[in-house]
T-cell receptor, first 114, second 112 residues
Framework: ETGVTQTPRHLVMGMTNKKSLKCEQH?????MYWYKQSAKKPLELMFV???????ENNSVPSRFSPECPNSSHLFLHLHTLQPEDSALYLC?????????????FGQGTRLTVV | AQSVTQLGSHVSVSEGALVLLRCNYS??????LFWYVQYPNQGLQLLLK??????LVKGINGFEAEFKKSETSFHLTKPSAHMSDAAEYFC??????????FGSGTRLLVRP
């Protein structure tokens, strides 16, 4: 148990569906991240939030829409996805973006787009 | 810009043998380095971290890593592999914006 919880653990969605991934951390951290992990590819940082403000969007397609209503919660809203978006989506948190501390990861959501 | 390179996408060892997973980094500033482990269908778990204190860092599950500035390396070792060590291992460096930059990972296979 890392203190970062992701739901759901598994999600199958059609290309026309709309769904959301949820991440919650109980560590009192102020920075939160979304990563995408595809087979045979390095971990890709998608979005970064620090104190609820988005500080980074790594050229992620607009069919992925993040939301950070407070420092403890992070969402990833999905719509009109493509099969190549199938991957493990990992949420992480860290103290903030001003200190050299490690990130804590959730267990991930395995997304399959059909 | 900071980056890490993990040599060998797969490493196979016998149970009880030495584990050595290689990581080389590139950084224009004193690096902060990390090793994470990922078990199947799980997230990443921190094994250990180097933050400019001791060059030999001990982590969980009997793993350790040595920071060698002259070789720009931060290799992960364990004296005796267990079957439960089979997983994917990621080396990471923290960039100037305090974000983690990950290597491509090394999958460790442990043969009985």
């Amino acid at each position: 148990e890392t203190g970062v919880t992701q739901t759901p653990r598994h999600l199958v969605m059609g290309m026309t569906n709309k769904k959301s991934l949820k991440c919650e951390q109980h560590l009192g951290h102020n920075a939160m991240y979304w990563y995408k992990q595809s087979a045979k590819k390095p971990l890709e940082l998608m979005f970064v939030y620090n104190f609820k403000e988005q500080t980074e969007n790594n050229s992620v397609p607009s069919r992925f829409s993040p939301e950070c209503p407070n420092s403890s919660h992070l969402f990833l809203h999905l719509h009109t996805l493509q099969p190549e978006d199938s991957a493990l989506y990992l949420c992480a948190s860290s103290q903030d973006l001003d200190t050299y501390t490690e990130a804590f990861f959730g267990q991930g959501t395995r997304l399959t787009v059909v | 810009a900071q980056s890490v390179t993990q040599l060998g996408s797969h490493v196979s060892v016998s149970e009880g043998a030495l584990v050595l997973l290689r990581c080389n980094y590139s950084s224009s500033v004193p690096p902060y380095l990390f090793w994470y482990v990922q078990y199947p269908n799980q997230g990443l778990q921190l094994l250990l971290k180097y933050t400019s204190a001791a060059t030999l860092v001990k982590g969980i599950n009997g793993f350790e890593a040595e920071f060698k500035k002259s070789e720009t390396s931060f290799h992960l070792t364990k004296p005796s592999a267990h079957m439960s060590d089979a997983a994917e291992y990621f080396c990471a460096v923290m960039d100037s914006s305090y974000k983690l930059i990950f290597g491509s990972g090394t999958r460790l296979l442990v043969r009985p």
